[in-house]
């Protein structure tokens, strides 16, 4: 095989090569293009305890370690070098949202509620309003079809012998949801 030949084939290899490369360059604008569009689903990640205002309003001094665990459930964090302080931890993280974290402490003397120091803390109304996915629709969809709509297709095929049971016409059956006014 002569040296002429070779070199053609390696040049056009070199420049078959730099073809695709720079076809690449000019679909990189595209696909962030596509990507800014197109964004994977991440799920919201809840950590910890939730405590709301309602919650913090009913603990009082004095109140056993036992009431406050049926209060406020068992404590995120409970050390055994802090034996007379629980901690209640709580983190929510969701596409699209600033993550939100919480902290409630409660320190007991003598195994009674001293004092609570708290974070600025939501009402039960409020926390459950940042938990409602933004994407969703406000209104739901007439489930019912009005006779004009169901006049297009033609009335169902009934069996030539009676039977025994007894069948409701679909027109009986009461609606999917209630109809919001």
């Not at 076809?23 to 939730?50: E, F, H, T, W």
């Not at 402490?105 to 003598?110: A, E, G, L, P």
Request: glycine share 4%; net charge neutral; hydrophobic share 40%.
């Amino acid at each position: 095989m002569s040296d002429i030949p070779c070199r053609s084939l390696n040049l056009t290899l070199v420049a078959l090569v730099f073809a695709g490369l720079a076809g690449c360059s000019s679909l990189n604008g595209a696909s962030a293009r596509i990507a800014g569009i197109v964004s994977p689903y991440k799920m919201d990640i809840v950590q910890g305890n939730v405590v709301t205002k309602e919650q913090l309003a009913q603990l009082k001094p004095g109140m056993q370690r036992a009431q406050v665990r049926d209060i406020l459930g068992t404590a995120l964090l409970v050390s055994v070098f802090h034996a007379d302080r629980w901690d209640y931890v709580f983190t929510l993280k969701q596409q699209g949202a600033v993550p939100q974290s919480r902290k409630v402490t409660v320190f007991f003397k003598n195994d009674l509620v001293e004092r609570t120091e708290a974070d600025a803390l939501p009402s039960e109304a409020e926390f459950v309003a940042t938990l409602k996915s933004p994407s969703l629709p406000n209104s739901v969809p007439s489930l019912q079809a009005s006779e004009e709509s169901l006049s297009k297709y033609p009335p169902p095929s009934r069996p030539a012998a009676a039977t025994a049971t007894v069948v409701a016409a679909p027109s009986d059956y009461p609606p999917l949801e209630a109809t919001r006014p």
